[in-house]
């Protein structure tokens, strides 16, 4: 067997793998897991595109909601010289994954410094450095509005000015979560939705549907403003709401 196809079939064993332990940790707590399949390649692409378009430049990057990995395994080829990259997960059992990732991933082969997980949630995480892009994977839908409104207050003050955060909302589910919850979560997911298209409205840059995805997503890009010759920096971003 060429080296192609035992490559080819040792990912193929790794997705199987993961799709069943993202399967069971939904079903243990579907509130927190937010799916019950990992994100797609297709997805990760689109999510990770902001490092993509500054390759070669050394980054700051923080991931929020890894899961067991999909995404992560996008941005780590992507990790130019100097760059570093954080990852926010509370679930410890995918973090053990994201660790033996770090650990066996060829790309980090005597780089293995330029990954640092965190076995928890983004709010808690007792950092002073900013970021160049954040990518969110986390599912804001489970969420209750002040949860996401402090966790997206939280991003837009770990950016640099300049800086992008990308995140996801699954396509259909609105109409889903309309028939089938009840009426307080259906007010909790009008709620959420309004925070989100707050923060969209004044610091959406970019806005895209995936399709090729189970099920299809939409991500949104947001950009912390930078500031100009003419005026001030800005407040951190909550100062001001």
């Not at 199987?16 to 994100?39: K, N, Q, V």
């Not at 949104?220 to 001030?232: D, G, I, M, N």
Request: proline letters at 7%.
């Amino acid at each position: 067997m060429d080296n192609w196809s035992t490559s080819h079939d040792r990912v193929l064993a790794q997705r199987h793998a993961e799709g069943w332990m993202f399967l069971l940790e939904a079903a243990r707590d579907i509130r927190t897991t937010g799916a019950i399949a990992p994100s797609g390649r297709a997805l990760a692409r689109a999510l990770t595109d902001p490092v993509r378009t500054q390759a070669g430049r050394p980054l700051n990057i923080l991931e929020a909601g890894a899961g067991s990995g999909a995404i992560t395994r996008t941005l780590i080829p992507r990790l130019s010289p100097g760059s570093r990259l954080d990852i926010a997960e509370a679930n410890p059992r995918f973090a053990d994954r994201l660790h033996h990732l770090a650990r066996t991933h060829p790309h980090l082969a005597g780089h293995g410094q330029q990954v640092h997980i965190h076995t928890r949630r983004v709010e808690g995480l007792d950092i002073t450095r900013r970021y160049n892009v954040i990518v969110s994977g986390l599912p804001f839908a489970n969420f209750t509005p002040d949860q996401v409104d402090t966790i997206m207050d939280r991003y837009l003050n770990l950016l640099h000015p300049g800086g992008t955060l990308t995140y996801f909302a699954y396509l259909g589910t609105r109409r889903a979560r309309t028939l089938l919850a009840s009426r307080p979560q259906a007010h909790r997911h009008r709620a959420v939705e309004e925070v989100l298209a707050d923060y969209q409205r004044r610091y959406a840059t970019g806005c895209w549907t995936v399709w090729a995805n189970l099920p299809p997503a939409r991500v949104w890009q947001l950009t912390r403003p930078a500031p100009t010759l003419s005026s001030p920096a800005p407040a951190e971003a909550g100062a001001h709401r």
